[in-house]
Structure formats: structure tokens, C-alpha cells
């Protein structure tokens, strides 16, 4: 399982980049910057395991195309996304540092300068 962890980033790391890509403008900064938020606990190698795997379910939530709400529904599209994601920084709360967050805003800034 330790393992399985480790070489998930390499998965998840690829289809979060395209899917804030792909959807930055749809999803809004409050998804993006949150999703970020969580990847950037996710790297960090003083977030414990179990955390890491909450955060990696949030994660690939928002990353399948399969969801309760499909993500091209205006408006609502990325609202369970959001509740998926919001659920797990509840729950490893403590283990998002505030450089996690000012990396994800700072990353968020810069998506919708455009």
C-alpha cells in the first residue's frame, strides 16, 4: 500500500494538470485553487499516509470524467467537485500548511490572469 501511494502522484499529477487545463474557466478559481491546495499536501512528505489517501480519493474525484453532477451542467458542474474536495480538507485540515495554501493561490493568480 505504501507503495501504491508513492507512485500515485505520477498518475494524478498528469490528469489534474490537464483537467485544470482543459476546465480552469468552468470550474472557477475556487475549484482550481482548492484542488491545489490538496495536491500540494499530497507532495509534501510530512503529510501522513492516511491523509494522502483522502486526499487522493478527493483527487480523483474531481479527475474522472464520472461524476454525481457531469461537469459540463452549467453552473452545477463542478459543485460536487468542490464538495468532494471541501469534505477531505475537513477531514486532513491539520496537515495543509499555510505554504500549501499561498502556493495554490499564487497558482490560481496566475491560471486566471488571463
Do not use: C
Request: net charge neutral; aromatic share 8%; proline share 4%.
Amino acid at each position: 500500500m505504501d507503495e501504491q501511494v508513492d507512485n500515485m502522484e505520477e498518475l494524478v499529477q498528469p490528469e489534474l494538470n490537464k483537467k485544470i487545463r482543459v476546465n480552469w474557466r468552468r470550474a472557477g478559481k475556487r475549484v482550481v485553487e482548492t484542488a491545489l491546495q490538496l495536491f500540494f499536501s499530497f507532495q509534501d512528505s510530512e503529510t501522513p499516509r492516511w491523509a494522502k489517501g483522502v486526499i487522493l480519493g478527493a483527487l480523483a474525484y474531481f479527475i474522472t470524467p464520472l461524476d454525481t453532477v457531469p461537469d459540463f451542467v452549467p453552473v452545477l458542474g463542478f459543485s460536487d467537485d468542490l464538495g468532494v474536495m471541501l469534505s477531505a480538507i475537513a477531514v486532513v485540515a491539520i496537515h495543509i500548511k499555510d505554504e500549501h495554501r499561498k502556493r495554490a493561490k499564487d497558482m490560481a493568480e496566475r491560471i486566471f490572469k488571463v
